[in-house]
C-alpha cells in the first residue's frame, strides 16, 4: 500500500490549502481514509477521516466547519480542504489507511487503527 500525501505550503492565517492523498484504487475501495497532523513537539493528532463504504465522514472537534473530506473515484485520490486556517493548523499532515476493511464508518480518535502512512506534506500558517 503507498500513499502519496501533497498540497501543504506556506498560506496566511484566514487563508485555504487543499491536501491530496493519492492511492491505488483498491486501496480506497477496502479502506477508510485518515488525515491527521503533528506540530512540532506535540502528539500526532486526527483530523478527519472518510470511510470506505458510503463516503461517511468524521472530524475532530478542532476542525469541524473548517475542513473538509472527500474522495475522487475517478482520480483514486482523497481531499482535505482547509478553510479559515488558522496558526494552530500549521504541522505536518499525513494521510493513512484504516486497518479495517470496508468499514461503514470510521474515526481518528487513534493512529493505531491505521496502518499504513503516507509521507507527510508541511502546512504553514504564518502571516
Known amino acids: 500500500v503507498q500513499l502519496q500525501a501533497s498540497g501543504g505550503g506556506l498560506v496566511q492565517p484566514g487563508g485555504s490549502l487543499r491536501l491530496s492523498c493519492a492511492a491505488s484504487r483498491s486501496t480506497l475501495e477496502h479502506h477508510a481514509i485518515g488525515w491527521f497532523r503533528q506540530a512540532p513537539g506535540k502528539e500526532r493528532e486526527g483530523v478527519a477521516c472518510i470511510s470506505s463504504r458510503d463516503d461517511n465522514t468524521y472530524y475532530s472537534d478542532s476542525v469541524k466547519g473548517r475542513f473538509t473530506i472527500s474522495r475522487d473515484r475517478a482520480k483514486n485520490t482523497v481531499y482535505l480542504q482547509m478553510n479559515s486556517l488558522k496558526s494552530d493548523d500549521t504541522a505536518v499532515y499525513y494521510c493513512?489507511?484504516?486497518?479495517?476493511?470496508?468499514?461503514?464508518?470510521?474515526?481518528?480518535?487513534?493512529?493505531?487503527?491505521?496502518?499504513?502512512w503516507g509521507q507527510g506534506t508541511l502546512v504553514t500558517v504564518s502571516s
Open positions: 493513512a489507511t484504516e486497518a479495517y476493511l470496508l468499514s461503514a464508518y470510521c474515526r481518528v480518535d487513534s493512529s493505531r487503527d491505521y496502518d499504513h
